[in-house]
T-cell receptor, first 114, second 115 residues
Framework: KTQVEQSPQSLVVRQGENCVLQ??????????LRWFKQDTGKGLVSLTV?????DKTSNGRYSATLDKDAKHSTLHITATLLDDTATYIC?????????????FGAGTQLIVIP | EAAVTQSPRSKVAVTGGKVTLSCHQT?????MYWYRQDTGHGLRLIHY???????EKGDIPDGYKASRPSQENFSLILELASLSQTAVYFC??????????????FGPGTRLTVL
């Protein structure tokens, strides 16, 4: 059973617009949540990690929230650029160490058009 | 910056043949991982290792073997490749302890096609 669900599956926005990606999960325990960016044919690059019960992070045009009570996270991208075109993957870690497992979502494919 | 490299970057194999995927990291990390990515699905853990000369089974180890001859190198071996093993394979590394162990550093992936 899929434990990390991302929505939407795909999204098309115009350059300069903002967008919001959603991640719902059922992983227990939920030690931390990380958002990755995966360019086509490339590896996963970490954007941000959220740890606290109710957490917020900001990394340039990327900002994210986590609510562990709701088991829900969002990734906001402001003023999108063509280079933001990629798949964004939500990953939940069940421990705060390498002994834990990472649970991967299938990703949201974001396409930014001129 | 953490560096994980994989070779080959793509490979076409025949059913029943042997395939070896290689991973090399220069981060001095203890932990290394092999994942597979299938279209429309999240990455799934095949094997991992926390020390040289030792490997552990992940969530989907059937049909795969792993080898960790040194801290820097971790190989994934398909003794008898099958059509269902067509996928993109990612290697990753991480430190073992402390907050930094939250993060795994991923290689660029190897696209394997089994015909």
């Amino acid at each position: 059973k899929t434990q990390v669900e991302q929505s939407p599956q795909s999204l098309v926005v115009r350059q300069g617009e903002n967008c919001v990606l959603q991640c719902n999960y059922s992983v227990t325990p939920d030690n931390h949540l990380r958002w990755f960016k995966q360019d086509t044919g490339k590896g996963l690059v970490s954007l941000t990690v959220l740890v606290d019960q109710k957490d917020k992070t900001s990394n340039g045009r990327y900002s994210a929230t986590l609510d562990k009570d709701a088991k829900h996270s969002t990734l906001h991208i402001t003023a999108t650029l063509l280079d933001d075109t990629a798949t964004y993957i939500c990953v939940v870690g069940d421990r705060g160490s390498a002994l834990g497992r990472l649970h991967f979502g299938a990703g949201t494919q974001l396409i930014v058009i001129p | 910056e953490a560096a994980v490299t994989q070779s080959p970057r793509s490979k076409v194999a025949v059913t029943g043949g042997k395939v070896t995927l290689s991973c090399h990291q220069t981060n001095n990390h203890d932990y290394m991982y092999w994942y597979r990515q299938d279209t429309g699905h999240g990455l799934r853990l095949i094997h991992y290792s926390y020390v040289a000369d030792s490997t552990e089974k992940g969530d989907i180890p059937d049909g795969y073997k792993a080898s960790r001859p040194s801290q820097e190198n971790f190989s994934l071996i398909l003794e008898l490749a099958s059509l269902s093993q067509t996928a993109v394979y990612f290697c990753a590394s991480s430190e073992g302890l402390g907050r930094s162990s939250y993060e795994q550093y991923f290689g660029p992936g190897t696209r394997l096609t089994v015909l």
